[in-house]
């Protein structure tokens, strides 16, 4: 059973840097595509990111394009979201989720409903 489990939240600055990790565990991280997204509450769960495995290929939403960046090490069995410049409206719970390679609609990477396995998620808040 796949597990993730999220770290590196917590309070930053706007115009400040985290560095979230995303640890895999439970089955073979090169057959799955990994997504960052984001949720506050009362709103919508909403994509940050994907980095699929098979083409290396990158996906971002518009509101992170050039300010966050996702990477992979799946000796490691990690997935990294670095968050550069980050803005108050950045505030909210981070999770990674999984989906397996052969089941996944990547034109439909931004749908929560692509992915099978979810982490408990991580605070981060952009204040002064």
């Known amino acids: 059973q796949v597990q993730l489990v999220e770290s590196g939240g917590g309070l930053v600055q706007p115009g400040g840097s985290l560095t979230l990790s995303c640890a895999f565990s439970?089955?073979?991280?090169?057959?799955?595509?990994i997504a960052w997204f984001r949720q506050v509450p009362g709103k919508k769960r909403e994509a940050v990111s994907l980095?699929?495995?098979?083409?290396?290929?990158?996906y971002y939403a518009d509101f992170v394009k050039g300010r966050f960046t996702i990477s992979r090490d799946n000796a490691e069995k990690t997935v990294n979201l670095q968050m550069n410049s980050l803005k108050s409206e950045d505030t909210a719970a981070y999770y990674c989720?999984?989906?397996?390679?052969?089941?996944?609609?990547?034109?439909?990477?931004?749908?929560?409903?692509?992915?099978?396995?979810w982490g408990q998620g991580t605070q981060v808040t952009v204040s002064s």
């Open positions: 439970g089955a073979t991280m090169d057959f799955y595509a």
């Open positions: 980095i699929d495995n098979r083409t290396g290929e990158m």
């Open positions: 989720a999984a989906a397996h390679e052969e089941r996944l609609f990547l034109q439909r990477w931004f749908d929560q409903f692509e992915y099978e396995y």
